[in-house]
């Protein structure tokens, strides 16, 4: 299976240097690594990786407005020609030089599942976090979830692994999120069509991240807030029964609430609030079938918050 190795970024350019460089360092044969200069207006990306990695495996693209990290995906997803798209994020990098090595393995074993999640390792103030597809209640109550492989409901997108039949049967990455939830509404409509997604801690990404480049809009300052708030309400009303709506938006509206209020952004909040409300408006529900809700009851998934 040929892989594809996708990465966009915007006024990072040591960063992605990192991340190009461990890609490139894998040892599987069949690859590509693609990389997307999303709109910087500092550097010329594409310019600046093409010249300093002369690698045939390595193609380069530049975007001339912002397309955002679903639109950046989707962008990278149509120039690719692997059977299988490695997404990682710029600030991010592989800890393992056989990293795509083991995705291309567990994939040829487990032929139901669409999507893999990697083991996400934060990097920051010289202490480390892990970001996995379970919550802290569930990491508590069984610490071994963190070290196994098993069957999850979603996944951390700053590094993951995508069937190109997933994209094929459920569309691309939803452009118009922008930014936050767009692997949760992918997650969803993979487990709607059937596919498994598999949490593998053997494949593990190094995440330092980095100042938010999110282009700014309506003069916000957390503009990922903004984002955040706006698309659950996407999530809840698109996907979700009825009955796990009002649990599933007051937790998460009392969580960001609490976040606003630290960094001084009720502007934001407020706002995303107020465009989730607009945004119901616009949508049509397509509640998840009661096979979907099963497999997110067994495996970790989140319905009631």
């Not at 310019?47 to 962008?75: K, M, T, W, Y």
């Not at 979830?145 to 990455?173: D, K």
């Not at 706006?230 to 698109?238: M, S």
Request: hydrophobic share 40%; glycine share 6%.
């Amino acid at each position: 299976m040929k892989v594809s190795v996708l990465v966009g970024s915007r006024n990072r350019p040591d960063v992605l240097r990192r991340c190009v460089a461990t890609a490139l360092n894998q040892d599987y044969s069949d690859l590509q690594i693609l990389v997307l200069d999303d709109h910087s207006d500092r550097y010329r990306l594409d310019e600046i990786i093409q010249a300093e990695f002369h690698d045939p495996r390595l193609r380069c693209f530049r975007s001339e407005q912002p397309l955002g990290v679903a639109g950046g995906r989707n962008f990278l997803m149509q120039q690719a020609s692997g059977d299988i798209f490695c997404v990682i994020d710029d600030d991010a990098c592989f800890a393992q030089t056989d990293a795509v090595s083991r995705l291309v393995e567990t994939f040829d074993a487990h032929s139901r599942v669409g999507i893999l999640a990697f083991k996400i390792i934060n990097h920051v103030n010289n202490k480390t976090d892990l970001r996995l597809p379970f919550n802290r209640r569930q990491r508590r109550k069984n610490p071994r979830i963190m070290t196994q492989a098993g069957l999850v409901s979603y996944f951390v997108g700053t590094g993951h692994a995508i069937r190109r039949c997933v994209i094929e049967r459920c569309g691309s990455y939803r452009a118009d999120l922008m930014y936050g939830e767009e692997e949760l509404d992918l997650s969803y409509q993979a487990i709607e069509q059937g596919f498994e997604i598999l949490y593998v801690p053997e494949i593990a990404v190094l995440h330092y991240p980095q100042p938010s480049v999110v282009t700014r809009q309506k003069g916000y300052r957390h503009q990922e807030l903004y984002y955040h708030v706006r698309n659950r309400f996407f999530l809840a009303y698109k996907y979700l029964p009825a009955r796990y709506i009002p649990s599933y938006l007051s937790v998460w509206l009392i969580t960001y609430g609490f976040s606003a209020a630290k960094s001084a952004a009720l502007g934001e909040y407020c706002g995303g609030i107020a465009a989730g409300f607009k945004l119901l408006r616009q949508l049509k529900r397509t509640p998840l079938s009661r096979q979907a809700i099963a497999y997110l009851a067994a495996h970790h998934g989140r319905l009631w918050y």
